[in-house]
């Protein structure tokens, strides 16, 4: 167990509905990370938080959005679903987002766009 | 481009087998840190090891090991006595320095090689 929660494990929706991914870090780490895996793309990193703020976007999508809340928990909003949104959604944490820490990361939230 | 390349896709052992997974690694940092990962097929992403790139002492834990090669730019994995537990997906990445950003640090993983131990 890494101390990093992602609720919920297992999400299915519709195309061009919106759904909301929570993270929850590993106590003490102030930089969150999502990443999205799907089958085509791999690993792919989508933004990361520090501290509540924004420190780093990498693949995201317009239709998607984050945020790092004061007690740290981060949510990922997707919004107008499309059927290639389907894919594992990880969340990760580390202390600081330096290029010494290592991210240790969430059990993943699986999105099925239908 | 940095990126990090696993050129194995898939490989298939008996158990007992020794079995080494290849990562080849590209990058123009002088200071970089290396990862390996392992992603069972209950999905989730399991820290196994960090080697900066300053420390090229071949690692053992178990019966796992890890040999680093600065000069082939190179961070093969190798799994001794495998065990159908050790079936998984395994990932290299190399943490990189996000353009435009100071002190900001992404992972860039490789495509992962899945590792099937049949008993």
């Known amino acids: 167990d890494s101390g990093v929660t992602q609720t919920p494990k297992h999400l299915i929706t519709a195309t061009g509905q919106r759904v909301t991914l929570r993270c929850s870090p590993r106590?003490?780490?102030?930089?969150v990370y999502w990443y999205q895996q799907s089958l085509d793309q791999g690993l792919q990193f989508l933004i990361q938080?520090?501290?509540?703020?924004?420190?780093a976007k990498g693949n995201i999508l317009e239709r998607f959005s984050a945020q790092q809340f004061p007690d740290l928990h981060s949510e990922l909003n997707l919004s107008s679903l499309e059927l290639g949104d389907s894919a594992l959604y990880f969340c990760a944490s580390s202390p600081g987002g330096g290029r010494t820490d290592t991210q240790y990361f969430g059990p993943g939230t699986r999105l099925t766009v239908l | 481009a940095q990126k990090v390349t696993q050129a194995q896709t898939e490989i298939s052992v008996v158990e007992k087998e020794d079995v080494t997974l290849d990562c080849v690694y590209e990058t123009r940092d002088t200071t970089y840190y290396l990862f390996w990962y392992k992603q069972p097929p209950s999905g989730e992403l399991v820290f196994l090891i960090r080697?900066?790139?300053?420390?090229?002492q071949n690692e053992i834990s178990g019966r796992y090991s890890w040999n680093f090669q600065k000069s082939t730019s190179s961070f093969n994995f190798t799994i001794t006595a495998s065990q159908v537990v050790d079936s998984a997906v395994y990932f290299c990445?190399?943490?990189?320095?996000?353009?435009?950003?100071?002190?900001?640090?992404?992972?860039?993983f490789g495509t992962g090689t899945r590792l099937k131990v049949l008993a």
């Open positions: 080697r900066n790139s300053f420390d090229e």
């Open positions: 938080y520090y501290n509540g703020e924004e420190r």
């Open positions: 990445a190399l943490s990189e320095a996000y353009q435009g950003t100071s002190g900001t640090y992404k992972y860039i």
């Open positions: 106590s003490g780490d102030l930089s």
